[in-house]
């Protein structure tokens, strides 16, 4: 069975910082999915970045990057120029993608973003 | 417009009671979830339906049972309800992977705040 495990429960960045978040995951598969959701405390999860395995390319979006490293297993989410709005939860999720899989979701168990003015 | 919305938004019910917690979405997905998110904001699959098919279906206490009259419909319908079901119940939805078709990303609606007292 596939497991998500984010280290980090808290996190704290200063203003205009770089912080880096570290997810894990351990599966047998070779193609899947990988995603950085965001919860702020209006509690809406929002899609951050997302990553195909079959990719060797790291996805950015904007400020937001992701550290992918098939082999090690690892996706790490950098925030880059932190602004006061990214202070949230962050939930890092698998996903298989074959086909006759069963679409389900697999979440870390978050890690909490604070960043400092 | 909202993608994905749920009714309602917060809920509080005393112990015993039946409730129902319905979820649509406008995004032509046909893949539809439920989450619980608890105290810890550990967040775990409940359910999933494909085509008002059910696919997925965890270890959630029978008192539980998702009816989806439609693909843009996914209702959760709680029996007998108990301390322990207070959490934050989470509706989303994503577009099936067919073929080269490989995005499949999960929008989530807002939550609904389940208080049992």
């Known amino acids: 069975a596939q497991t998500v495990t984010q280290s980090q429960p808290e996190m704290s960045v200063q203003e205009a910082e770089t912080v880096t978040l570290s997810c894990t995951y351990d599966?047998?598969?070779?193609?899947?999915?990988l995603f950085w959701y965001k919860q702020p405390p209006s509690r809406q999860m929002i899609l951050v970045i997302r990553?195909?395995?079959?990719?060797?390319q790291n996805a950015t979006e904007n400020r937001f990057s992701v550290n992918f490293q098939k082999a090690a297993k690892s996706f790490s989410l950098k925030i880059s120029d932190s602004q006061l709005g990214d202070a949230a939860m962050y939930f890092c999720a698998y996903r298989s993608a074959s086909t006759s899989g069963t679409y389900k979701y697999i979440f870390g168990t978050g890690t909490r973003l604070k960043v400092l003015a | 417009d909202t993608a994905v919305s749920q009714t309602p938004k917060y809920l509080v019910t005393q112990m015993g009671n039946d409730k129902s917690i319905k979820c649509e979405q406008n995004?032509?997905?046909?893949?539809m979830y439920w989450y619980k998110q608890d105290s810890k904001k550990f967040l775990k699959i409940m359910f999933s339906?494909?085509?008002?098919?059910?696919?997925i279906n965890e270890t959630v206490p029978n008192r539980f049972s998702p009816k989806s009259p439609d693909k843009a419909h996914l209702n959760l319908h709680i029996n007998s309800l108990e301390l322990g079901d207070s959490a934050v119940y989470f509706c989303a939805s994503s577009r099936t992977m067919r073929g080269l078709v490989r995005t499949d990303t999960q929008y989530f609606g807002p939550g609904t705040r389940l208080t049992v007292l």
């Open positions: 339906y494909n085509n008002k098919e059910l696919i």
């Open positions: 990553q195909e395995a079959y990719k060797q």
């Open positions: 995004l032509g997905h046909d893949t």
């Open positions: 599966t047998s598969e070779s193609d899947y999915y």
